[in-house]
């Protein structure tokens, strides 16, 4: 098991950037894929961006491509969402996941994601 820590949230104007970041604890970080999930209330789960097990593989939803980056570094066994150009639709609760059995089949399912954190607000104002 991995406890999850999600950091970096909080109030931007639209086109603006934040950086979130997600720290491990547990097992061995690198032996796990990791993904970003945002939720709004009332609305499912979203899929964000997710990184294969050393970074060697990311993906994207095509609402965030070009805009978000998805980074890892094992070392500090902590996974990154930089955020740029902002948009309003973008405003959720971000969280963060690991996939001890991480296939690229599956990298936008929820399911495939055994931990999660606690969640950061991120709220984009106009």
């Known amino acids: 098991q991995v406890q999850l820590v999600e950091t970096g949230g909080g109030l931007v104007q639209a086109g603006g950037s934040l950086r979130l970041s997600c720290t491990a604890s547990g097992r061995a970080f690198s032996s796990h894929g990791m993904g970003w999930f945002r939720q709004v209330p009332g609305k499912e789960r979203e899929f964000v961006a997710a990184?294969?097990?050393?970074?060697?593989?990311?993906y994207y939803a095509d609402s965030v491509k070009g805009r978000f980056t998805i980074s890892r570094d094992n070392v500090k066994n902590t996974v990154y969402l930089q955020m740029n150009s902002l948009e309003l639709e973008d405003t959720a609760i971000y969280y963060c996941?690991?996939?001890?059995?991480?296939?690229?089949?599956?990298?936008?399912?929820?399911?495939?994601?055994?931990?999660w954190g606690q969640g950061t607000q991120v709220t984009v104002s106009s």
């Open positions: 990184i294969s097990r050393y970074g060697s593989n990311t």
């Open positions: 996941a690991a996939s001890p059995r991480f296939d690229d089949r599956f990298y936008n399912n929820p399911r495939r994601y055994a931990d």
